[in-house]
């Protein structure tokens, strides 16, 4: 197992319902109110704060479009947001 795993549990209720032991809360960095979101890879669960991956995708979908659209720089990009606030007319 690797250094930072640990293995806690949690019963299953009548309606299906778990509560999610408080250091898994803490490692996923959620708490009441919070959306989690399942992963199911074969018979295996993995359990991710909800925004935590949203972003992961997001990320993931974006990667490369800079570069795709000829923005290759930070100075393609301040370029790109100065010619934006100019047409905009708040410049």
Known sequence: MLANA???NAKVMAKGQITIPKDVRDVLGVSSGD???FIVEGSTVRIVNSAVYAMQMLQQEMAGEAERTG???EEDVMALVKELRNEDGRG
């Open 6 to 8: 640990f293995v806690d």
């Open 71 to 73: 923005l290759t720089s």
């Open 35 to 37: 959306r989690v979101t």
